[in-house]
């Protein structure tokens, strides 16, 4: 039997919500209409949901049958608070967020006006291209809501393509603080690779670092900790203490306006090594010992 298909608003057409709009759209859903502010998110709509009309908030909400919320997580609470009291509510309409921090809670006032509140987080990066669509294919997808409607959130995320995950709702700061944690600080530790290398003269750093990094990528998906490699797994406190000093000249020669963040970033996760790292005790305190011993904290 094929689901209802439903006529749905998107509030925040940015990468997430022009994506999401375009995949239910492919499964047959009316898309009612686009929020959109910046110009980035006009154009976004333009390309991934042509043809559907730029709207304001009441009139999405006036026109759809489920409301889908993907605005920053800041946001969310007041958007949902502010839709609330318009009134306009219908009884038994769907909003879903996409906000991996948030359950059903921040949803509340929709709920006590009468809607069906679900949330939905696709745990992968969005680039706000179509790109993203097939990358949905098989995308994990954190869902929370009621015992009730937890089969509901479970069919959207299939037709997204995904595979739903139900997070509690206490859960979910933890949940996303993971994802964070993994996906953002990825990409910061790479561009400081990037720039290290960069800085020795090596045109193409990314292609360079290419395939050390997805064989550790792809060994710490499978492995965990024992993965690890590298001067303080051996123990190498020679090594460690050259690093150090070689990443010291990297922060304080760079250009104006440069981060100089590198030297921080290796110490703490180098200690996250350490702490993982099966070494004699001797051994340990002397790299811990490098490791903590900042001259720059002296200095100032």
């Not at 605005?71 to 502010?82: E, K």
């Not at 050390?212 to 123990?235: N, Q």
């Not at 460690?240 to 590198?262: E, F, I, K, N, Q």
């Amino acid at each position: 039997m094929t689901p209802p298909r439903l006529g749905i608003g998107v509030i925040g057409a940015g990468r997430v919500g022009a994506v999401l709009g375009a995949a239910l759209r492919a499964e047959g859903h009316a898309i009612t209409g686009a929020y959109a502010v910046s110009d980035a998110s006009r154009e976004r709509a333009g390309q991934l949901l042509p043809g559907v009309p730029l709207l304001d908030v009441p009139a999405l909400v006036e026109r759809s049958e489920m409301l889908l919320l993907a605005v920053p997580d800041d946001q969310l609470g007041p958007l949902a608070a502010g839709i609330a009291e318009t009134g306009m509510m219908p009884g038994g309409q769907l909003v879903m967020h996409t906000s991996g921090r948030y359950g059903t809670d921040v949803l509340g006032p929709l709920a006590e006006a009468g809607s069906a509140t679900l949330a939905l987080h696709p745990a992968m990066t969005f680039t706000g291209t179509q790109a993203d669509l097939a990358r949905l294919i098989g995308c994990p997808m954190g869902i929370t809501a009621t015992a009730e409607l937890l089969p509901v959130a479970a069919a959207l995320a299939v037709e997204l393509g995904g595979e739903a995950v139900v997070v509690a709702e206490g859960d979910r700061p933890l949940y996303h603080a993971a994802l964070a944690h993994a996906g953002n600080h990825l990409v910061v530790l790479v561009d400081q690779a990037r720039d290290a290398l960069s800085r020795l003269g090596i045109e193409d750093p990314g292609a360079y670092l290419r395939p050390l990094l997805e064989a550790a990528l792809d060994e710490s998906l499978r492995h965990g900790a024992k993965a690890l490699t590298g001067p303080v797994l051996r123990g190498d406190a020679g090594t460690v203490s050259a690093h150090l000093g070689a990443l010291r000249d990297l922060d304080a020669t760079g250009a104006p306006g440069d981060p100089m963040d590198t030297s921080a970033t290796y110490r703490a996760l180098a200690l996250a090594a350490l702490s993982r790292a099966r070494l004699p005790e001797d051994t340990r305190t002397l790299i811990r010992g490098l490791l903590e011993d900042d001259p720059q904290l002296e200095d100032d």
